[in-house]
């Protein structure tokens, strides 16, 4: 009687031990590369005379906002200084520019 309480417990332990889950392997999520596309022209002539004193200013920016809105990090930007709305590009000659970025799927 007193060998069978304690051979009763060592069994029931290394039961316990042997039937636990083993712990899920967390893999960490491959980035995916995302493309912003930008195109820079006027949808209007501004060769006429009549805006030769009219100038014109254009910031581009790609920003990552934290998920709570909290923080903004600005991951690229440029300015195209005033100039005259003539000295932009027209359809024609669009400006096309791509940026690419890793990032995560699900953020």
């Known amino acids: 009687?007193?060998?069978t309480i304690p051979c009763i417990s060592v069994i029931c332990l290394l039961a316990f031990a042997c039937t636990k889950d083993r712990?899920?392997?967390?893999?960490?999520e491959a980035p995916v590369t995302k493309t912003v596309a930008y195109t820079v022209y006027t949808?209007?002539?501004?060769?006429?005379?009549y805006y030769d004193n009219v100038k014109g200013q254009l910031e581009l920016s790609i920003?990552?906002?934290?998920?709570?809105?909290?923080t903004t990090a600005v991951l690229w930007d440029t300015v195209f200084a005033w100039r005259q709305?003539?000295?932009y590009p027209s359809f024609q000659n669009k400006l096309i520019i791509l940026k690419k970025y890793s990032v995560l799927d699900s953020k």
């Open 23 to 28: 712990p899920v392997a967390v893999v960490p």
């Open 43 to 49: 949808a209007t002539d501004y060769t006429n005379s």
């Open 85 to 87: 709305l003539a000295a």
């Open 1 to 3: 009687m007193r060998h």
């Open 63 to 70: 920003a990552k906002v934290s998920n709570n809105g909290t």
